[in-house]
């Protein structure tokens, strides 16, 4: 490789630093009394004998997993398992309501069977507008469960659902992978948050 190459390679990579370095230090102007809502959410939710339901697509299914994975094991400290499910990781489930149905339903379908009042659901989507993410706040909300989106790009068609009960935590910024990156950092927050409130 040349070094006017991979001189070209260290300065992309030096951008993605700073555009997410950028994004975090705006969003921290922003976004910390949502999380703070947020976890106090979570918190009555689990103290109540509540779940919190997880759901996005493609990275995002990634981001509910790691968030489930957090409550039901770990975050950072030993604690009591806490009840997290994500709604992204049973391939029968997903697989036979987007063959029978349509993939805009994988994930109301699984919030009504098994959501209730006073659970949470969690829902994830960089642009705020992925369609089966949508149905599942729609469904959620008919059944009394409360959400937390995590977006981008100014919220989208989610931004429209939410009431007064619910957190939006929109990140500013109009670029997937700085959003998704922020989503993390975001996540971990409310897992800090909640061990927080629980264990100090």
């Given at each position: ?77 030993e604690r009591q398992e806490l009840a997290a499910i994500a709604l992204t990781t049973d391939t029968s489930i997903l697989t036979a309501i987007g063959n029978d149905y349509s993939y805009d339903d994988v994930f109301s379908k699984q919030v009504r ?88």
């Amino acid at each position: 490789m040349d070094k006017e190459t991979l001189k070209r390679l260290r300065a992309r990579a030096s951008q993605h630093f700073l555009d997410s370095i950028a994004v975090k230090e705006e969003g921290e102007k922003i976004l910390p009394e949502f999380v703070a809502k947020g976890v106090v959410a979570m918190t009555d939710c689990l103290r109540a004998g509540g779940k919190i339901m997880a759901c996005g697509n493609g990275g995002s299914a990634a981001d509910a997993q790691h968030f489930a994975a957090e409550l039901i094991g770990r975050f950072e400290r030993e604690r009591q398992e806490l009840a997290a499910i994500a709604l992204t990781t049973d391939t029968s489930i997903l697989t036979a309501i987007g063959n029978d149905y349509s993939y805009d339903d994988v994930f109301s379908k699984q919030v009504r069977g098994l959501g209730k009042k006073g659970d949470i659901l969690l829902g994830i989507s960089t642009s705020g507008n992925s369609k089966n993410v949508v149905k599942a706040i729609e469904a959620a909300k008919k059944l009394g469960i409360t959400i937390i989106a995590l977006t981008g790009n100014g919220g989208g068609q989610i931004a429209n659902l939410l009431g007064e009960g619910d957190t939006h935590l929109c990140v500013p910024s109009t670029r997937t992978a700085r959003i998704q990156e922020t989503h993390l950092l975001l996540l971990h927050g409310l897992c800090d948050g909640v061990d927080h409130l629980l264990l100090d």
